[in-house]
């Protein structure tokens, strides 16, 4: 089983960057497609971003493309997102997950582990 911790939230001003990270314990990341995701108070969680298990294939949702990367690091386990020119509306708490396959995938119900999700909050 993966265990997902998220961290990297904050509270930043419109225009502003931030960098989440996804680290992974228990068993190695690597052979795992991982997504982000995020819930905004009063919303269902939606897809952010993904990344295929080698790092070659990634996809965005309209709503952050251009403005957010995913990347990976499978020597430190990790994946990461970073988020340029936040905008209020990106306020939500994000969580990443992983699914057991090496494909990518926007659908949440296709990623079997979760982290506990942190806040980020974007201030106009």
């Known amino acids: 089983q993966v265990q997902l911790v998220e961290s990297g939230g904050g509270l930043v001003q419109a225009g502003g960057s931030l960098r989440l990270s996804c680290a992974a314990s228990?068993?190695?990341?690597?052979?795992?497609?991982v997504g982000w995701f995020r819930r905004a108070p009063g919303k269902e969680r939606e897809f952010v971003a993904a990344?295929?298990?080698?790092?070659?294939?990634?996809y965005y949702a309209d709503s952050v493309k251009g403005r957010f990367t995913i990347s990976r690091d499978n020597a430190k386990n990790t994946v990461y997102l970073q988020m340029n020119s936040l905008k209020p509306e990106d306020t939500a708490v994000y969580y990443c997950?992983?699914?057991?396959?090496?494909?990518?995938?926007?659908?949440?119900?296709?990623?079997?582990?979760w982290g506990q999700g942190t806040q980020v909050t974007v201030s106009s």
């Open positions: 990344i295929s298990w080698s790092g070659s294939s990634t």
């Open positions: 228990r068993r190695t990341l690597s052979s795992y497609a």
């Open positions: 997950a992983a699914r057991g396959s090496s494909a990518l995938s926007t659908m949440r119900s296709e990623y079997y582990y």
